[in-house]
Every structure is written in C-alpha cells, then in structure tokens.
C-alpha cells in the first residue's frame, strides 16, 4: 500500500470547518483512500473513502485532487466531539495482492477541536 | 454505541495465566480482524478470519491463538504473555474480506503483571 503523510496535529475552532490533508504522492490506480478516526478510549471509526471523485456523506467530505497524489476531508462543522486521531490510509481492493484485506493505520493527525 | 462488543473491556493477568478475549459482531460480517495498539501508536493488524477460516497471520507470536468458532464470534486465547504485550486489543469486522469499511469495536485493555 501507499505510504500517506499527515501533519501531526491541527487546531480548529468549534463551527468552523476542519481541513485535515494527506499526502499520497505514490499511490496507484487501484488503490482507494481511506479515513477513519479514533476518539480517546474507542475504536477507530470509518468515515469515508473515495478512488478519484470527490464523496459527500453525513460524516465528511472528501476531496481528492486531480492527479490523487494529496487529498482533504473536511468536516464541515466541527464540533468539540469532533477531537480525535484521524488517520488517511491508502489501500488496495482488488482481490490477490499481498495487502488485500490489510488496513495499514499511519500516525494520523490530532485534531483538537476548542469552543 | 459499537455494533462490534467486544469483553472484557479490561484485564489484568499474570504472565503464566491463560485467559481469552472475546468479539461478537451480528452484522452479518463474514470477515473479522485483530488488530493491538500499544498507547500513542496507531493500530497494527495481527490476523484476519475470512469465512471462518484464518487468512493472514502477520506473523504474531504463538502465545497469541486466534479461533473464530462460527460467523459472529472471534476469540483470542492467551497464554504465557509478556510484560510488552499489555496493549488494547481491537476487533474488528467486515462484509467481506477487503471490500467494505471495516467496524471496530472499542477493545479490551490488556495488562500483564
């Protein structure tokens, strides 16, 4: 799978919308990109996922640029449960290769959400 | 609240006790996973079980036993942990194997004396 590059952490304000980037500069056609998020004391959530278009969904959007080498989520919102790690994976779907069916988590991103 | 529950949220035990960690998940999911995350890191993949059978094993120590006794249910036996092995075990499921988005529940806080 595709190595991503996150920025360690981010600050947003309560209302305002959070930008979180992912740099994936090698990846290839058939691999998707992926979010989740952990919450302190929980599991990872999904949050969206996108091969080229841009996806909406209740959670987020995704933005993936042109030549997919970056992309954005963006929470519209955000709220003060909102503060967690959010992770960009970049993984494969097609069945046979080595990955298939391997969720690879980076660092992610701490992103801190204050009134 | 998780579709994924996983028990006992926490545990405590020697290193010469046997104990077992347990995941249930009645979404219809036939693959399940099991991942560890040791505090400040991210989640690291340990096996996965597609259709009741093991797929991928990355190369986890013996001491950790996995068994998925039928489409709901996903053990982890322990025997003979290490100290470095006290870690949040997470489980995880979904539709199939490498196709969906995967629905982790919030694990079991593992410490070994």
């Known amino acids: 799978d595709a190595k991503t590059t996150q920025p360690t952490s981010m600050d947003c304000a309560e209302g305002r919308a959070a930008n979180l980037p992912c740099n994936h500069s090698?990846?290839?056609?058939?691999?998707?990109v992926y979010w989740y998020r952990q919450i302190h004391s929980q599991g990872p959530q999904y949050i969206i996922h996108g091969l080229k278009n841009n996806e909406t969904n209740e959670m987020a959007s995704l933005i993936i640029t042109e030549d997919r080498k970056s992309s954005t989520l963006i929470l519209p919102h955000a709220t003060l449960r909102d503060t967690a790690v959010y992770y960009c994976?970049?993984?494969?779907?097609?069945?046979?290769?080595?990955?298939?069916?391997?969720?690879?988590f980076g660092q992610g991103t701490i992103l801190t959400v204050h009134p | 609240d998780t579709e994924v529950t996983q028990t006992p949220k926490h545990l405590v035990m020697g290193m010469t006790n046997k104990k077992s960690l347990k995941c249930e998940q009645h979404?219809?999911?036939?693959?399940m996973y099991w991942y560890k995350q040791k505090a400040k890191k991210p989640p690291e993949l340990m096996f996965v079980y597609s259709y009741e059978k093991l797929s991928i094993n990355e190369s986890v120590p013996s001491r950790f036993s996995p068994e998925c006794p039928n489409s709901s249910l996903l053990n982890l036996h322990l025997h003979a942990l290490q100290p470095e092995d006290s870690a949040l075990y997470l489980c995880a499921s979904s539709q199939v194997l490498g196709t969906q988005p995967q629905h982790f529940g919030d694990g079991t806080r593992l410490s070994i004396l």
């Open positions: 979404m219809g999911h036939r693959a």
């Open positions: 994976i970049v993984r494969v779907n097609e069945a046979g290769g080595t990955s298939y069916g391997k969720l690879t």
């Open positions: 090698t990846i290839s056609g058939n691999e998707y």
